[in-house]
């Protein structure tokens, strides 16, 4: 099974790259969440003034002049570009600083910014955590069938070959007939990226274990393909 565990060890990394990215994002937007309701529950509320606009394609962020508590002149330039209701020069917005960091601001409404990240949280996430929760049942599986599984032989009826970015891959398809009910099972193996053709023909007997009670559940043995 050397090429198999080398596939799906492949596979493993591709989907820990997609939950890495997913739990990075995830843990970004919870710290931007919590620093601005730090800022938000212990800063100061102040009114201002956008005194200019940064663009970004079409999108405008607002530069916002406000006083702090000592009488100051602050300038703060929002890093959230916007082309929903983008603000205009003379708008007042609602505002909280730190008195101790009064160039941490937080815009009222800006807010759901900070949720961004989230989003490739949800769909990097979900691809990763969901396809290593799909190897890992498949693993258990192959392990219960490996202990537990009805060995049953089956007969080579195609090799199926696919491409995908460039690479080929084959696949065996195999018929078993169950000698009790006369029911047909197809049953198909991993994938391979090398060509097969040469190494097995169409009719040759492969063993495949089966769940005895759920032929659906089924692993095709390829290990006689390593050598």
């Not at 101790?100 to 949280?121: A, M, Q, S, T, Y």
Request: contains cysteine.
């Amino acid at each position: 099974m050397i090429l198999l565990m080398r596939s799906q060890g492949c596979i493993y990394f591709f989907f820990g790259i997609f939950a890495a990215a997913g739990l990075l994002c995830g843990a970004i937007s919870l710290g931007q969440v919590y620093s601005r309701y730090q800022v938000t529950s212990t800063g100061i509320h102040a009114r201002g003034t956008v005194v200019d606009l940064l663009y970004s394609k079409n999108s405008v962020a607002p530069v916002v002049s406000y006083t702090d508590e000592n009488g100051t002149k602050r300038l703060y330039e929002s890093s959230s570009f916007t082309s929903i209701n983008p603000p205009e020069i003379g708008d007042q917005l609602d505002l909280y600083y730190l008195p101790e960091k009064p160039n941490e601001v937080e815009l009222e409404g800006e807010g759901w910014f900070n949720l961004f990240p989230l989003i490739f949280f949800f769909t990097h996430g979900g691809v990763g955590f969901g396809g290593i929760y799909w190897l890992e049942k498949k693993r258990r599986m192959y392990n219960w069938l490996q202990q537990h599984g009805q060995e049953v032989e089956a007969k080579l009826v195609e090799i199926l070959h696919g491409a995908s970015k460039g690479r080929s891959y084959y696949t065996l398809r195999c018929e078993w007939k169950d000698p009790y009910t006369q029911e047909i099972y197809v049953f198909e193996s991993e994938t391979f990226s090398q060509d097969l053709s040469g190494r097995i023909s169409v009719g040759s007997i492969v063993r495949v274990l089966i769940d005895p009670d759920k032929p659906k559940r089924y692993m095709v043995i390829t290990s006689f393909l390593d050598t």
